[in-house]
């Protein structure tokens, strides 16, 4: 069975930079969708950015287009997220997710932007 672990995450100050990372075991991502989900106190949680199973489509948040990537490492069997020039608004709990009939979730890892 796919486990998912989030790990990256931390404070970082506005226009800063983090890459988080997700990595795997009990299985490859190989066929699976991934992405990156995210959830702010009070809030529900979102997408962020995901990509299909053939890895041939990325699709992202209109919030984080043009400052955050999301990919993988088929040899590492790693998902990554860098999330460039953050803002205050994109503090939350992030979630790594891989789909492929059932889904699976990450525990997730805290980002905190503030200065």
């Known amino acids: 069975q796919l486990q998912l672990v989030e790990s990256g995450g931390g404070l970082v100050q506005p226009g800063g930079s983090l890459r988080l990372s997700c990595g795997t075991s009990?299985?490859?991502?190989?066929?699976?969708?991934i992405a990156w989900f995210r959830q702010a106190p009070g809030k529900e949680r979102e997408p962020v950015a995901c990509?299909?199973?053939?890895?041939?489509?990325?699709n992202y948040a209109d919030s984080v287009k043009g400052r955050f990537t999301i990919s993988r490492d088929t040899v590492k069997n790693t998902m990554y997220l860098q999330m460039n020039s953050l803002k205050p608004e994109d503090t939350a709990v992030y979630y790594c997710?891989?789909?492929?009939?059932?889904?699976?979730w990450g525990q997730g890892t805290q980002v905190t932007v503030s200065s």
């Open positions: 009990g299985s490859t991502l190989d066929g699976y969708g």
């Open positions: 990509i299909s199973s053939s890895g041939a489509s990325t």
């Open positions: 997710n891989a789909r492929r009939g059932l889904i699976y």
